[in-house]
């Protein structure tokens, strides 16, 4: 318990100090339809984690996405986001669950745009009650969660950008994310070589903030670009200050 209650303490006081102004919403430059992928869970070392299921329909004018890993451990992470892409992308609800060994606190949460209403379900260990937080939160136009490949494939190549997630500690807050590229990597796929398209996914500290936490883990992000960009896959923690996993194809 005190190791829970001191990261989201320390995550809240660094989201206080890291917050700036919203972005402008990233512009859809490749639309999103219909995919079905299997990607799964590693550790660094090439330990197979959990399985995935990423399941994504277009219904009217809403893409509705789905990616379920299950842990060998028997954790879940389960994420769901429902977001428009009308000349931009625009997250309109997001779901999380996180429960299981692998994961040191039990969370769900839920947020909506259009109402503004958020809840939050929060249990630091087995050993602490369940704290449920409920209220009204302005989700930002620049707001991703669950959306960070989507966003890096519709950037234009060598480009960077500044967008926001909103954590939740447990009250909903907004972090600055700062996508920048990388040097490409040559990869090969099916025997042939390939540039991909490397980035690198950062929070924006304040000053006193990165005084604080110095060593706070970045995801890293490897795209193939061209006419249809493809995800190829990602390495970073799945929650605050955890352990760098990567996802990628099964």
Known sequence: MRFGRAALLGLSFFLWLSATAWSEPVAVRFPEGVTRAFPAVRSLEGKTLAFGDFVQVARED???????????????????????????FRMESYRLIQKGPSFPETLEV????????????????????????????????????????????????????????????????VVKLRLTPMADEQVTLNESPMQAARYIVKPELGFFASLLLFDLPSLRCWILPGEAPAFLKAEGPLYFMGPVWRIEPF
């Open 62 to 88: 809403r893409v509705h996405s789905r990616l379920l890993f299950r842990f060998k451990d028997g954790s879940v992470h389960d994420e769901n986001v429902v977001f428009s892409q009308r000349g931009v």
């Open 110 to 173: 839920a947020l909506d745009r259009q109402s503004g209403v958020y809840s939050v379900r929060h249990r630091a260990d087995e050993d602490s009650p369940e704290e449920i937080v409920e209220g009204k939160f302005e989700v930002p136009d620049d707001a991703y969660n669950g959306m960070l490949t989507l966003i890096l494939k519709n950037l234009p190549a060598g480009a960077g950008d500044t967008v926001s997630m909103v954590a939740f500690t447990p009250k909903p807050r």
